[in-house]
């Protein structure tokens, strides 16, 4: 079965840039479901629907992102990092069979300081407004922290992502 480890964590933490950082590092493949759902058409009728909720910080209905995420992987030999998949516990259970989770990565820390990050990285991004942040803050907490429970303390490892990139790649490459 295909192999892939999974980062999860809240707005802001960073886990886009440490998914990088791992699969650089250690020759794995990246695949961020965010970024596949923001490149979708906007011309056309799926994709419009989907990016409206995403602008919204809403999550796009869970068979939908599995396929897409699907469809991007194919047969790979690699191990994957998958960078905000499965996003809940839904997505978790449709991916069951088709992909084993060797290891969850969780970056903890508190959301002021992940506000911040979000609000001067300035990206332009939709998302990132600060209501808009406050929503996704809320979605994380009752949609993708029970992933954790889900996966269970022996796969699962916490590291705090408020130090500096460096320092947290530090702890990331002490788990992997
Ligand atoms: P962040 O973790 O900072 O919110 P992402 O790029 O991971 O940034 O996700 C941005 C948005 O993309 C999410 O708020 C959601 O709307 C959508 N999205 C990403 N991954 C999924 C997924 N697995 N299922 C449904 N929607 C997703």
Redesign the pocket.
Known sequence: MQKAIIVVGP??AG??TQAKLIAKKFGYKHI????I??GLNRNTELGKKLLS??NK????P?KL?VQI?LNHIKANKKVLVL?????NVI?AKLIKNKIEVIKVIAFTGRNSVFKERLIKRGQGRA?DTVEVINH?FK?YKTETEPLLKHYGAQIVHKINAEPSIKAIFKEVEKVI
């Open positions: 707005p802001g886990k886009g961020s479901t965010g970024d759902l923001r909720l995403i910080g809403n999550f796009v869970p992102a995420t960078d905000g998949f499965p996003r997505q998302d996704r979605v």
